[in-house]
C-alpha cells in the first residue's frame, strides 16, 4: 500500500543571530593573536588563555552558523572568489562561508 510520505529537508538553516555577531566580533578580535601563537607554544597544556577564548568561541560560531569541520574558518575566507586549487566542493563551501561574513559584517555594521 502506497504511502503519502514526504522527505523533509533537516539541514540546520544558518541564521545570523545577535549571539552569532557577538561570536563573530570576539573571533575578529582574537584571531590576530592566535596567529601570532600559532607556531608556539602558549601555556603548560599549549594553549594560553586568549586562544583557548578563540577556539571556544569559534567552535560555538561555526555551530551556530552551520559551517562544517572540513570548511574554512570564517576568519580565513577574506576574498569572494575561492582560491583556484579548491575542488568544487569546498568552492561552493568557500562561497557559503563568505555570504555568511558579508552578512555578519553588515550586521556588525548595522549595530555601530
Not at 596567529?35 to 586562544?51: I, K, L, P, T, V
Not at 568561541?57 to 562544517?68: F, V
Request: hydrophobic letters at 35%.
Amino acid at each position: 500500500m502506497p504511502t503519502k510520505r514526504r522527505r523533509i529537508d533537516r539541514r540546520r538553516k544558518a541564521q545570523v543571530t545577535r549571539e552569532a555577531v557577538a561570536l563573530f566580533v570576539q573571533c575578529e578580535a582574537l584571531y590576530p593573536i592566535r596567529n601570532a601563537h600559532f607556531m608556539r607554544e602558549c601555556g603548560s597544556d599549549g594553549r594560553c588563555g586568549e586562544c583557548q577564548a578563540y577556539l571556544d568561541a569559534k567552535l560555538k560560531l561555526n555551530d551556530l552558523l552551520g559551517i562544517e569541520p572540513w570548511m574554512r574558518d570564517i576568519e580565513e575566507v577574506d576574498t569572494a572568489e575561492p582560491p583556484g586549487d579548491l575542488d568544487p566542493l569546498r568552492a561552493k563551501a568557500w562561497r557559503r562561508t563568505w555570504q555568511l561574513r558579508c552578512a555578519l559584517e553588515a550586521e556588525v555594521e548595522r549595530a555601530r
